[in-house]
Each structure stands twice: as structure tokens, then as C-alpha cells.
């Protein structure tokens, strides 16, 4: 299995722009999650879904955050308008059912919002 | 909620010299306990994990500790080597059924020097 995969893996953008990132998840995995990573909060769980469905979003830090799984096989988190205290590495990992606690992760998007 | 604390935050050793990293723990009811290792440009990865039901566990060069009536628990790498090098992550579940929320300690750099 190619693992979770995340695209793009480095994303430069100016502030107000809108930002979209993608990842595709390990097939077969019931769990999908979007985390934020920076120096100052370290990881922070941002929402996450359970077969596609959105169970919990507590951590999206605000209404310009978004998340969408229309399928299994992917899903995106959108920033708009993007802010410059949006910079940091967004992750996305999955789990199955049978070891829901054991996270993969993909390897990031590092976002840098000017 | 749960919260974990890891130390120490910065950690060097000689190359072929021990690394302990310790985290504590808050909930009682968490007792599954990962270790996750985050090397430079990369997302977490999986590298050793423990339960309640478990005082010790042994893969290679690397050990977890658990003591779960002071609510600590440890990683322990044997024979260091520059590889080693990395940010380390301890993180504590609670293993109730559904989906428990990851709570994830605030990392430790560790350094093998050559």
C-alpha cells in the first residue's frame, strides 16, 4: 500500500487567497483525520470522519476552515480567506476499524500564507 | 480532558549511549499508550505502542515502560545511532469503544551525536 498520500506537499500562497489541500487515505481505513502541526501548539486535531461522515470538528479553529470526504478515497480541507497565522504543516492520517487508535499518517502539507 | 506532558523537550546522546523519554498522564481511563516518531520533512510514524494490560514492551532496540498507578510511562532506545535522530511523540487514548479522541505529548527532539 502507498500509504496516505497528501498533495500538494508545499503550498505558498498570499493572504486571502483560498487554499485547498487533498489527501487520499489508506483503502480500506474507516477514519480519517486533519491535524495541524506548529512549533507554538503542536499537533492539534482539526475534525475528523468516521465512513465519510464528519463526527467531530471541535478543533476547526474557525469558519474559514472546512472539510469534505464525498468519498472513502479522498478527502479535502479548504482555507478561505487563508490568513498568515494559517502557516504550519496540515496532516492528514487514517485508521481501520480493527486498530482505530493507531493512526497513519501522511507526510504533510506545509503551507505558508504571506 | 486529558492531558500528557513529555520531557524533556531537547535531548543529545552519543552515538551507541541510551535515550529515555518519559510522559505522564492525567486520565485514568487511558491505557492505550503509542510512541510515534517524526523525522525531519515527514509525518508521524508508529513506532512502538503499549496497553494498560502490559508493564513492558520490546521491539529491537526500543522499549516502553508503563507504570499505571503513577500514570507514567517511558521509551527507552538502546544503542542510539545517528538514524535515531528525530522528534518523538508519546500519546495517551482511552480504548472505551467508538473512537477516542488522541491526546498527543508536546514532543521531544532527540539528537545522536556521531
Known amino acids: 500500500d502507498a500509504g496516505v498520500i497528501q498533495s500538494p506537499r508545499h503550498e505558498v500562497t498570499e493572504m486571502g487567497q483560498e487554499v485547498t489541500l487533498r489527501c487520499k487515505p489508506i483503502?480500506?481505513?474507516?477514519?480519517l483525520f486533519w491535524y495541524r502541526q506548529t512549533m507554538m501548539r503542536g499537533l492539534e486535531l482539526l475534525i475528523y470522519?468516521?465512513?465519510?461522515?464528519?463526527?467531530?470538528d471541535s478543533g476547526m479553529p474557525e469558519d474559514r476552515f472546512s472539510a469534505k470526504m464525498p468519498n472513502a478515497s479522498f478527502s479535502t480541507l479548504k482555507i478561505q480567506p487563508s490568513e498568515p497565522r494559517d502557516s504550519a504543516v496540515y496532516f492528514c492520517?487514517?485508521?481501520?476499524?480493527?486498530?482505530?487508535?493507531?493512526?497513519?499518517f501522511g507526510p504533510g502539507t506545509r503551507l505558508l500564507v504571506l | 480532558g486529558e492531558n500528557v506532558e513529555q520531557h524533556p523537550s531537547t535531548l543529545s546522546v552519543q552515538e551507541g549511549d541510551s535515550a529515555v523519554i518519559k510522559c505522564t498522564y492525567s486520565?485514568?481511563?487511558?491505557?492505550?499508550f503509542p510512541w510515534y516518531k517524526q523525522e525531519l520533512g515527514k509525518g508521524p510514524q508508529l513506532i512502538i505502542d503499549?496497553?494498560?494490560?502490559?508493564g513492558e514492551k520490546k521491539d529491537q532496540r526500543i522499549a516502553v515502560t508503563l507504570n499505571k498507578t503513577a500514570k507514567h510511562f517511558s521509551l527507552h532506545i538502546t544503542e542510539t545511532q545517528p538514524e535515531d535522530s528525530a522528534v518523538y511523540f508519546c500519546?495517551?487514548?482511552?480504548?472505551?469503544?467508538?473512537?477516542?479522541?488522541?491526546?498527543f505529548g508536546t514532543g521531544t527532539k532527540l539528537q545522536v551525536i556521531p
Open positions: 500519546a495517551a487514548i482511552p480504548d472505551s469503544g467508538g473512537y477516542q479522541k488522541v491526546t
Open positions: 486520565d485514568s481511563a487511558s491505557n492505550y
Open positions: 483503502s480500506g481505513h474507516d477514519y
Open positions: 503499549i496497553r494498560s494490560n502490559v
Open positions: 470522519f468516521n465512513n465519510n461522515v464528519p463526527i467531530d
Open positions: 492520517a487514517s485508521s481501520p476499524w480493527t486498530r482505530r487508535e493507531t493512526q497513519y
